[in-house]
């Protein structure tokens, strides 16, 4: 198994469409990118963390490249937007691919160059490729929590 990291706005509807991929065998949303041990989500939320509201998934890549999840990230939001996804504004929300290896790296900035080569976006893409920092489970009530509660209040 490996592991990968993305950050694409509210966190509950980018684990469910992760956890909808075929090869994708865990995920688990959490917090990372910010300066605050073992933050809470209140902390998250006042801006004063600068973590990013991320899922961290496992994936098999016998089953599923990271090329593939990288296309299924930059299909599930707008990489153009800085600090929100629709509705849902703030740092927290930010676009980022927090990389696990050299590789990982690689293959994210040459996705990133290909869609900005492409012409098919009206703005630069932001987001932001980085190394993967430490990484804070969310809260329980947060893990699966459209399959918990339904889905409601997130832009994805």
């Not at 040459?110 to 009206?122: Q, V």
Request: aromatic share 12%.
């Amino acid at each position: 198994m490996a592991i990968a990291t993305f950050a694409a706005g509210c966190f509950w509807g980018v684990e469910q469409r992760f956890a909808q991929l075929d090869g994708v065998t865990r995920t688990e949303v959490g917090y990372t990118g910010g300066s605050t041990p073992d933050p809470t989500y209140k902390q998250v939320c006042s801006h004063r963390t600068g973590h990013a509201e991320a899922v961290r998934l496992e994936y098999d890549p016998e089953r599923i490249t990271y090329e593939q999840l990288l296309a299924a990230f930059f299909g599930m939001h707008d990489p153009t937007q800085l600090n929100r996804q629709g509705p849902d504004v703030g740092d927290q929300y930010r676009s980022a691919i927090f990389f696990h290896t050299a590789e990982q790296e690689a293959a994210a900035r040459k996705t990133i160059g290909a869609l900005e080569s492409g012409g098919g976006l009206r703005r630069p893409v932001v987001t932001a490729v980085v190394p993967a920092p430490e990484w804070w489970p969310a809260e329980d009530y947060h893990q699966k929590y459209f399959e918990k509660h339904g889905r409601f209040g997130c832009a994805i």
